[in-house]
């Protein structure tokens, strides 16, 4: 199974050091240790250190061990762009979200959703005219262009996850579609995923259009052979589609 991040996070952990510390100490005391969780390689937790800046910079540490129910942690000095000092006892620590954090977020998102997988592990494909769906008819989408790589990974209705050498990937895999209208709001109808046709691995999402002209749903699956998309819909509507189908784990 791959970790996807190592990075603990707990709601309203803060508390004082119980006494003072150089500037080179790597082990840290407070009675509120105690309410953080287990943590050993390669998981860590970032805790700030004088996070209102009273006796000086404050400063970002990274523990890298801790024991369930210890007052003390073992940590990394001088993180995040930040220096290492003395810190009297009684100074205040807080565990915090970090611009680290929210970089690492930023990143994660923009290698999911603006660049294929590893291997050519997911494809993003679309249409460039409006397809007609008749009410009450379950029908297929007809895909015509795609993002990355045109031709790689898709015939107009499937798409493969493709390991480079013809077969299909393995793994946890994200679907997100979107489909645009001209002109209607509200609940249209439904859209079907299918990752391969058996019944575990076909999954029924609501559309519902905005006042901005479209809806988005997401759905996961797992080890899919193809993805294809449908849509239901609950009166006749020329829509265009968009599916983005990604591995995001193994």
């Known amino acids: 199974m791959t970790t996807i991040a190592t990075t603990e996070y707990r709601n309203f952990l803060s508390g004082t050091l119980s006494s003072g510390i150089t ?11 105690a309410s953080l969780p287990s943590i050993a390689a390669p998981f860590y937790m970032w805790i700030v250190l ?5 006796a000086g910079n404050p400063e970002v540490v990274k523990v890298t061990a801790h024991t369930a129910a ?3 942690v073992t ?6 762009d930040t220096g290492n000092r003395t810190h009297a006892g009684g100074i205040a620590w807080t565990h915090d979200v970090t611009a680290t954090d929210l970089q690492d977020f930023a990143s994660g998102l923009n290698t ?11 494809a ?13 008819v379950d029908t297929q989408v007809t ?12 015939s107009s209705t499937t798409i493969v996850p493709d390991d480079g050498f013809g077969g299909s990937v393995p793994g946890i895999y994200v679907a997100q579609i979107r489909v645009f209208t001209n002109g209607a709001t509200g609940y249209i109808g439904r859209a079907k995923l299918d990752g391969g046709g058996l019944s575990e691995t076909i999954q029924y999402l609501p559309l519902t259009i905005g006042s901005d002209g479209y809806c988005t749903g997401m759905a996961f699956f797992t080890d899919p052979t193809q993805m294809s998309a449908s849509l239901k ?17 193994a």
């Open 23 to 33: 500037n080179v100490a790597t082990s840290i005391s407070s009675a509120g240790f």
């Open 50 to 54: 004088d996070p209102a800046a009273t």
């Open 70 to 72: 210890s007052t003390t």
């Open 75 to 80: 940590v990394v000095r001088a993180q995040q």
């Open 112 to 122: 999911l959703w603006n660049t294929p997988a590893i291997n050519r592990q997911g």
């Open 124 to 136: 993003w494909v679309y249409r460039t005219t409006s397809q007609s769906f008749t009410s009450g």
């Open 143 to 154: 895909f015509n262009a795609e993002r990355f790589d045109s031709g790689a990974w898709f």
């Open 233 to 249: 819909l609950t009166s006749t509507l020329n829509c265009l589609v968009e599916l983005s189908f990604f591995l995001i784990g």
